[in-house]
């Protein structure tokens, strides 16, 4: 299974960023999806995720409100709609796919078996 993070970028404080990130040789519609994050130095931290159909959400109290994540199945892909950034929102990330089909969404690295290799978003102040 590959998972293939893109859409980050440089971008000024306030904008909008909309991060990508497809799967294959998998299968995507059985998996719960999320986004994690690491700033420099610090350790990789839960974003948001979403259920294997997109019933069921779970996002960081530090992005919600700001941050959306939906999927697509039939393109097997999930992405990361990211509204009004922060400096602090500076950061690699990486998606993340949970094969278990436990109820709930993981917050924990552990949960995940597969990853993406991540993409650089770095906000401008």
């Known amino acids: 299974v590959q998972l293939q993070a893109s859409g980050g970028g440089l971008v000024q404080a306030g904008a909008s960023l909309t991060l990508s990130c497809a799967v294959s040789?998998?299968?995507?519609?059985?998996?719960?999806m999320s986004w994690f994050r690491q700033a420099l130095g610090k350790d990789r931290v839960f974003v948001t995720g979403?259920?294997?159909?997109?019933?069921?959400?779970h996002n960081a109290e530090i992005v919600k409100g700001r941050f959306t994540i939906s999927r697509d199945n039939a393109k097997n892909t999930v992405y990361l709609q990211m509204n009004n950034l922060e400096s602090e929102d500076t950061a690699v990330y990486y998606c993340?796919?949970?094969?278990?089909?436990?109820?709930?969404?993981?917050?924990?690295?552990?949960?995940?078996?597969?990853w993406g290799q991540g993409t650089q978003v770095t906000v401008s102040s």
């Open positions: 993340a796919a949970d094969r278990a089909r436990r109820p709930g969404i993981v917050a924990q690295e552990i949960g995940y078996d597969y």
């Open positions: 979403i259920s294997e159909r997109g019933r069921f959400l």
């Open positions: 040789g998998g299968t995507f519609g059985t998996y719960t």
